[in-house]
């Protein structure tokens, strides 16, 4: 039986509904964090996005500010569509994803194999993945340098309440 495993099938052990078939976005969200308050009477957002060309209105930043903002955060699903679209390009990540798509060409799983090997194989993957996505952060070399990436921010009491 010969096994040919994709991003798609791996994306599958996060359980993130990523799906080849989908066309590039225009933009990405690489990062959007809401600080504000509970009960939304305080608004605190700061987003991060990237996309092919500059946008009208849009503050761009540096790629040393990109990193800086973005820190060591990492969301799975943003991972895998990213990878595809050539937003993340890193040597150590790219690495890490032929790594795990070997080990699923190559261990495959014992017959009687159930939840638990599925679970332990993705906590593999998880740990392959993020130490070559923590490198790459660390390295600055995670994020394509085809994209331009903007930055706003608000804070503020909210106008709705």
């Not at 040393?64 to 990213?82: K, N, P, S, T």
Request: aromatic share 10%; charged share 25%; hydrophobic share 35%.
């Amino acid at each position: 039986m010969t096994i040919n495993p994709t991003l798609t099938s791996l994306a599958e052990h996060f359980d993130v509904g990523y799906a080849l078939e989908k066309p590039e976005p225009e933009t990405w969200t690489v990062l959007h964090e809401n600080k504000g308050s509970s009960g939304g009477r305080y608004v605190s957002w700061v987003n991060i996005q990237a996309s092919r060309s500059e946008r009208d209105g849009r503050r761009t930043i540096t790629m040393d500010e990109l990193y800086r903002r973005v820190g060591h955060r990492l969301r799975w699903g943003h991972l895998f569509a990213a990878l595809h679209h050539s937003l993340i390009v890193g040597p150590s990540t790219l690495a890490a994803v032929e790594e795990c798509l070997h080990i699923l060409r190559t261990e495959l799983p014992p017959e009687d194999a159930g939840v638990d090997h599925r679970i332990s194989t993705t906590a593999r993957f998880r740990k392959i993945l993020l130490t070559a996505f923590q490198a790459d952060i660390h390295d600055k070399t995670l994020y394509s340098n085809d994209f331009v990436y903007t930055f706003d921010s608000h804070s503020g009491w909210s106008r709705s309440t």
